[in-house]
């Protein structure tokens, strides 16, 4: 998909632009992040989808792991920063995982103890890993710039399946489906500097289903009640 030296490159050519559209990401990340964690403790359920959650843990966790390949191999400092970046994801990321574990016991599986309930998102939370280190091994994807995309927007599927289930606006943000848009455009505008596979069809047509999505659930969420907790809340 992408040479990873010429794609190293092509950022120390770039790195003013190119940082700037990650800065915007990271900002919008952030704000996923926050609004997550503090929807969740005020609304009292989970808000970041179990998959999404377990996916990102993986992916940033797998990152971190091979610290040797980024500080000795690349030794590049594109590289290098994400993997400081990273670690502090993987320590949110297992927050949000605790959310669920803590929130979504009588809404996912009430007939389980909540020992159960833990062992079993302790296994599914493998089971994911399994099969993205499976993905990942046939990616042409060395520096996880494709990864990053994915990751961006993967849990917007499972927001509206979510949605779907409570039929109700309960751990749901305008702002965070927006944020999703926000992150996608701006990392596919920097990859786009270092590598032509982000011009190809395949990756903007990617682009453009999962602008859409986002949106499509927004207006969703729009249609929807809000929680009997939250009655009258606005949509954030």
């Given at each position: 998909?992408?040479?990873?030296?010429?794609?190293?490159?092509?950022?120390?050519?770039?790195?003013?632009?190119?940082?700037?559209?990650?800065?915007?990401?990271?900002?919008?990340?952030?704000?996923y992040?926050?609004?997550?964690?503090?929807?969740?403790?005020?609304?009292?359920?989970?808000?970041?989808?179990?998959?999404?959650?377990?996916?990102?843990?993986?992916?940033?966790?797998?990152?971190?792991?091979?610290y040797?390949?980024?500080?000795?191999?690349?030794?590049?400092?594109?590289?290098?920063?994400?993997?400081?970046?990273?670690?502090?994801?993987?320590?949110?990321?297992?927050?949000?995982?605790?959310?669920?574990?803590?929130?979504?016991?009588?809404?996912?599986?009430?007939?389980?103890?909540?020992?159960?309930?833990?062992?079993?998102?302790?296994?599914?939370?493998?089971?994911?890993?399994?099969?993205?280190?499976?993905?990942?091994?046939?990616?042409?994807?060395?520096?996880y710039?494709?990864?990053?995309a994915?990751?961006?927007?993967?849990?917007?599927?499972?927001?509206?399946?979510?949605?779907?289930?409570?039929?109700?606006?309960?751990?749901?943000?305008?702002?965070m489906?927006?944020?999703?848009?926000?992150?996608?455009?701006?990392?596919?505008?920097?990859?786009?500097?270092?590598?032509?596979?982000?011009?190809?069809?395949?990756?903007?047509?990617?682009?453009?289903?999962?602008?859409?999505?986002?949106?499509?659930?927004?207006?969703?969420?729009?249609q929807?009640?809000?929680?009997?907790?939250?009655?009258?809340?606005?949509?954030?």
């Amino acid at each position: 998909m992408y040479d990873p030296q010429a794609a190293l490159r092509a950022i120390d050519l770039h790195v003013a632009s190119i940082m700037s559209c990650l800065f915007v990401a990271m900002v919008f990340a952030f704000v996923y992040f926050v609004i997550a964690f503090v929807m969740a403790r005020r609304q009292g359920v989970y808000v970041v989808p179990f998959t999404g959650a377990a996916l990102f843990f993986w992916h940033d966790l797998s990152y971190v792991f091979f610290y040797d390949k980024w500080f000795h191999v690349y030794a590049h400092w594109w590289v290098e920063m994400w993997w400081f970046a990273l670690v502090g994801t993987v320590l949110l990321e297992i927050v949000m995982l605790y959310q669920v574990y803590r929130y979504g016991h009588q809404e996912l599986w009430p007939s389980l103890s909540k020992g159960a309930f833990g062992a079993l998102l302790i296994l599914g939370t493998f089971f994911i890993g399994a099969l993205w280190m499976l993905v990942k091994s046939i990616l042409a994807d060395e520096l996880y710039f494709i990864s990053f995309a994915v990751t961006a927007v993967f849990s917007v599927p499972f927001h509206t399946a979510i949605m779907s289930r409570r039929q109700s606006r309960s751990g749901q943000s305008v702002v965070m489906e927006l944020s999703t848009i926000v992150m996608l455009l701006s990392e596919s505008a920097a990859f786009m500097q270092v590598a032509p596979f982000f011009h190809s069809p395949v990756y903007l047509c990617f682009v453009a289903a999962f602008v859409c999505w986002p949106l499509a659930n927004v207006f969703l969420m729009l249609q929807l009640p809000a929680s009997a907790r939250e009655s009258g809340d606005p949509a954030i």
